[in-house]
C-alpha cells in the first residue's frame, strides 16, 4: 500500500466509530475460524431446537410475495436457468452455487433465494415445489457452511427471510421439510453470531429485519423482543427527521421501508401490534418517498441509485407529495420545486452519514430536471459495484450536473464504496415570490486545492424556465469545468452564447453567460439503466481556465419563451 493510499484510508476511517472497527475485527475473526473449521462453527453456532418451528402466520405474505415481481419463472428455473438483475446464467450439471467468473453483485442475489417467489406464485404448484427441492439440495451441499459469498451476514440475511416465507408454499409436509427447518435454525444462529453493526445502514436493518422473521418462525419470543429493541434503536440513527433514510439513496430508503413494512405486518400477523416506533417510521418514510418520486412516478437514482420496479414502489404506498412549489428536506438535504410545468430536485445536502460512505457520490449541488412530466436533465446512477473505472466514473463529481474544480471530485470518493474528505454545505437558504422559487447554498468540497476553492450555486425557477447561478470562489488560476447531463435520446446544438437542446419534451434555448471567456462542448457519456446495462447520453459541458472568482449562468427556456428576462447575478 502506497503512501497516498494509506493518507485516503487515514481519510476515512477518521470518519468510523470505534465500535465499527471492533466489531469489523471481531466479524474477521469469526470469518477466518469459520474457514478453517467449518463443522465445528456450525456446532458452536447452533440455533434454536428444529422441533420449536411453527412457521409464519398463514396471514402474512411479504413485500416480495405481493409485489408481483418479475421472477424467474418455472420453466426457466426448471432448465437449470436463473435470470437476475438483467443477466441469465446456466446452474449447469451438477449446479454451480458459486459462478466464481460472474459479477459479485449478482452471485450475492443467487444466494439470496429472493428470486424463488416466482416459483411460490406459480399455478402449478406441485411441479414448483419439485424444482425448488431439487436446486435446494444441490445449493445444500454446494455452499458450505461458513465459506463463500453465500454465507457472507448480508445474503445470509436476506435468503433467511425468504426460506421463512416460501416454506409455507414450496415445503411445508414434503420430504424436504425436516432438513429444510435444520438449516434455517443454522441460519438463525450464524446471523444471531454476525450482525453486521460493522457496517451498520441497509445492511443491519436487514440482519435484523431475517432475526425477526427467524423468532417468528421458530416462535421464539425473547428472540423476537431482542431484535426488534435492537431494530428500534437503529431507526433513531437511520430513519432522519424529515423522513429519508440516512445513506440518502432513494433506493435503499425503499428497500430499508420495505424491510419494516414487512417487519410490522409480520408482527401484526402474529396478533400483536407492532411497536409504534416502526409504524411511525414507516408514515415518515412513506411521506419523504412521495416528496422525491419525480413526475413520471419513477424513484429518482441519486447516489448509488437504481430503478425501483413500478410494483414495488406501489407496494411501498408513497404518500402523495405535499402541495406547493417548494418543499426542503432538510435532513437528507434535498430540495423539490415545482413551477408550471418545471420539476426539480436538488441534492443540496451531505454526501453521506459521517461512519457510512458506501453509496455517497461525490455529487453535491447536482440536480435532476422534468418538464412537462418529461425527463430533461439525469443523474448518471449507478450501473456496477465493482471497483474499476466504471464505478469511479459514476461516482465521480463529472458524472453529475454540477460544477468541477481542476478535475477533482468535490468529495473524494475511492475504491468501490469508499470516501474521504467529504464536503460540507453551509449558507443554505430558500424563498418563494412571485411564483418564482429560489434557493442557494455553498459547500467546501474543493478546499484540498491551491486556493481552497468554493463553490456558490443558486436555483431560480419559474414557470418561463430555469435559471442556475454558479460562483465559484478562492484564490489563484483554475479550470472550473459544468456539466449538464442530458437525458438519453437527447440532441444538441451548440449556438452563439449557449445550445439548443431537443428532448421528447420538446427543445429548449440553454443560455450561457460567464465572467470570463469559456469553451462550451458536447460529450457522450454513458447513463446507468441498471445492472450492467447503459445507454449514451449527450453532456452539455463547458470549461473556464481564469484566475478566481469566476462566475457562470445557465438558463434553460422552453423554445416557445425565448424572450424571457435572464435576471441578476450571484452577488
Known amino acids: 500500500m502506497t503512501g497516498s493510499d494509506l493518507a485516503l484510508l487515514a481519510r476515512m476511517a477518521v470518519h468510523l466509530q470505534p465500535g465499527q472497527v471492533a466489531h469489523r475485527a471481531r466479524l474477521r475473526v469469526q470469518r477466518t475460524a469459520l474457514r478453517r473449521w467449518p463443522q465445528a462453527g456450525r456446532r458452536l453456532l447452533a440455533g434454536p431446537d428444529p422441533a420449536t418451528a411453527a412457521g409464519w402466520p398463514t396471514a402474512f405474505v411479504p413485500v416480495d410475495g405481493r409485489a408481483s415481481l418479475p421472477w424467474p419463472d418455472l420453466a426457466t428455473l426448471a432448465l437449470g436457468r436463473v435470470e437476475l438483475l438483467g443477466m441469465t446464467r446456466e446452474l449447469g450439471e451438477p449446479p454451480d452455487w458459486q459462478h466464481a467468473n460472474a459479477p459479485q453483485l449478482w452471485r450475492f442475489h443467487l444466494h439470496y433465494w429472493d428470486w424463488a417467489w416466482g416459483l411460490a406464485s406459480d399455478a402449478d404448484l406441485t411441479a414448483a415445489r419439485t424444482v425448488f427441492a431439487q436446486l435446494w439440495r444441490t445449493w445444500q451441499t454446494a455452499a458450505v457452511f461458513g465459506r463463500g459469498d453465500a454465507w457472507l451476514p448480508y445474503p445470509a440475511a436476506l435468503r433467511a427471510w425468504s426460506w421463512c416465507g416460501l416454506h409455507r408454499d414450496l415445503v411445508a409436509g414434503s420430504d424436504l421439510e425436516d432438513c429444510f427447518v435444520r438449516e434455517l435454525a443454522v441460519h438463525t444462529g450464524f446471523l444471531r453470531r454476525h450482525l453486521e453493526s460493522d457496517i451498520g445502514g441497509n445492511h443491519l436493518i436487514k440482519d435484523l429485519k431475517a432475526l425477526a422473521g427467524l423468532a417468528v418462525f421458530f416462535a421464539d419470543s425473547q428472540l423476537l423482543h431482542q431484535a426488534l429493541r435492537r431494530l428500534i434503536r437503529q431507526l433513531v440513527v437511520q430513519v432522519l427527521p424529515d423522513g429519508g433514510h440516512y445513506e440518502r439513496t432513494p433506493a435503499y430508503h425503499c428497500q430499508v421501508l420495505a424491510d419494516l413494512i414487512d417487519v410490522a405486518d409480520l408482527v401484526q400477523a402474529t396478533g400483536s401490534e407492532p411497536p409504534p416506533e416502526i409504524t411511525l417510521a414507516i ?67 451531505a454526501p453521506c452519514p459521517d461512519e457510512l460512505p458506501g453509496h455517497a457520490h461525490a455529487d453535491t449541488f447536482s440536480c435532476v430536471v422534468h418538464v412537462d412530466g418529461m425527463p430533461l436533465l439525469v443523474d448518471t446512477g449507478t450501473s456496477t459495484y465493482a471497483p474499476g473505472c466504471v464505478r469511479d466514473y459514476e461516482r465521480s463529481t463529472a458524472a453529475h450536473s454540477t460544477v468541477e474544480v481542476d478535475g477533482a471530485d468535490s468529495t473524494e470518493v475511492w475504491g468501490a464504496f469508499r470516501a474521504g474528505r467529504r464536503a460540507r454545505v453551509r449558507g443554505f437558504s430558500a424563498s418563494c415570490e412571485a411564483d418564482v422559487v429560489t434557493f442557494e447554498a455553498v459547500h467546501d468540497g474543493f478546499r484540498r486545492l491551491p486556493g481552497r476553492p468554493s463553490h456558490h450555486r443558486r436555483w431560480s425557477l419559474a414557470s418561463s424556465g430555469l435559471r442556475i447561478d454558479d460562483l465559484v470562489t478562492g484564490e489563484g488560476r483554475h479550470t472550473v469545468t459544468v456539466r449538464w447531463h442530458l437525458v438519453p435520446g437527447s440532441a444538441v446544438r451548440l449556438e452563439p452564447g449557449g445550445a439548443a437542446v431537443t428532448v421528447g419534451g420538446g427543445t429548449f434555448r440553454v443560455s450561457i453567460t460567464a465572467s470570463c471567456p469559456l469553451a462550451v462542448r458536447v460529450e457522450l457519456r454513458l447513463v446507468a439503466e441498471g445492472f450492467l446495462r447503459t445507454a449514451v447520453a449527450p453532456v452539455l459541458a463547458y470549461r473556464i481556465e481564469a484566475v478566481l472568482p469566476v462566475r457562470v449562468s445557465t438558463s434553460w427556456r422552453q423554445a416557445i419563451d425565448w424572450s424571457a428576462d435572464e435576471g441578476g447575478e450571484i452577488a
Not at 448509488?304 to 414495488?312: N, Q
Open 283 to 349: 408514515r415518515r418514510m412513506r411521506r419523504w418517498l412521495g416528496a422525491v418520486i419525480s413526475p413520471a412516478g419513477a424513484v429518482p437514482m441519486l447516489n448509488d441509485g437504481y430503478p425501483v420496479p413500478a410494483e414495488l414502489l406501489g407496494a411501498l404506498r408513497p404518500e402523495p407529495p405535499a402541495a406547493g412549489p417548494l418543499l426542503t428536506l432538510p435532513d437528507t438535504g434535498l430540495v423539490r420545486a415545482s413551477v408550471g410545468g418545471w420539476h426539480l430536485l436538488a441534492d443540496v445536502g
